[in-house]
């Protein structure tokens, strides 16, 4: 029965999606954040164009220097030498360094909680208005 | 990069007036419901529809007779190839007696179709705004450790 499965495919993403979101912001409070800044645009040609792709300078707490290479390139440039973005790491692992934002955090569990309940929603009104049906 | 743009106050208006509109096309079915009629409905032909790509789709037309021995004829909206409906096959109908042309096929899908979509859609967007923003907030909220 399709409805059955829709029903369960939701509640099975809500679960996921819940449980994911608790683990993020227990990351989050365990982590080490610290504040990166833009200290050089690398280009990349891709196709014959040039992408630029910032790369982030970072003190770790440990006052140790690392770099973190963001995963965005663009064209024109997003970001210019000398801007900032809070990054987020686990404890003593600087190298594992990634955005502290809300995009690269929780965006696809967040949309994953929205799908979750849109399916439920979908699975659940069948057996609520089963009745108005068989009446 | 569209969800990144993703803008959480439009996003929130969009899932609040999709949430009314399905709201009030579920208070406007359960009302049409309870004053209707049912008929059963017998498939009398496929008729063929010619698609680019897809070739030929086929979407059965059913017979409906009323109470009162009123034949009409309902055009199914959706064709596939190969047909899902056989010639003879029966389904159930529900109509308004004072307009027939009114009436929609009695499965959950083929009276509360829009009600599910915009209910699904605006619930979905709706959870996408109030998720950004309260996690947004909570972003901002922890101090960096230098």
């Given amino acids: ?34 504040e990166g800044r833009v200290s050089e645009l690398k280009e990349n040609v891709q196709d014959g164009d040039t992408l630029y792709q910032p790369v982030f300078e970072f003190t770790s707490i440990h006052h140790e220097k690392f770099l973190y290479v963001h995963h965005e390139s663009s064209a024109p440039s997003s970001w210019s030498v000398g801007d900032r973005m809070p990054l987020i790491y686990p404890p003593g692992k600087p190298e594992e360094a990634r955005p502290m934002t809300y995009f690269w955090l929780f965006n696809w569990i967040i949309l994953l909680l929205g799908l979750g309940m849109a399916l439920t929603i979908t699975g659940l009104g069948y057996f609520l208005l089963l009745g108005y049906l068989n009446t | 990069m569209f969800l990144m743009k993703f803008n959480p106050i439009f996003s929130l208006i969009a899932g609040c007036i999709l949430l009314a509109v399905s709201l009030y096309k579920l208070k406007d079915t359960l009302e049409f419901l309870e004053k209707s009629d049912r008929a059963p409905g017998v498939v009398t032909r496929l008729e063929e529809l010619s698609g680019g790509d897809t070739g030929t789709s086929y979407s059965p037309v059913f017979k409906i007779k009323t109470k009162d021995n009123q034949e009409f004829t309902y055009f199914h909206t959706s064709s596939t190839n190969p047909p899902s409906w056989d010639i003879g096959e029966q389904a159930m109908f529900v109509y308004d007696p004072r307009d027939p042309n009114s009436a929609r096929m009695l499965t959950y899908f083929g009276v509360f179709s829009w ?32």
Avoid: D, H, W
């Avoid at chain 1, 499965?5 to 610290?34: C, P, Q």
């Avoid at chain 2, 959870?127 to 450790?145: C, F, H, S, V």
């Fill in chain 1, 1 to 34: 029965m399709i409805y059955i499965a829709l029903l369960l495919a939701g509640i099975l993403l809500l679960i996921i999606s819940v449980n994911s979101i608790r683990a993020k912001i227990a990351f989050v409070k365990n982590s080490e954040r610290v």
């Fill in chain 2, 115 to 146: 009600t599910i979509v915009f209910m699904g859609f605006g619930v979905f967007l709706m959870t996408m705004a109030i998720g950004q923003y309260l996690l947004e907030n909570y972003l901002q909220k922890r101090p960096l450790n230098s």
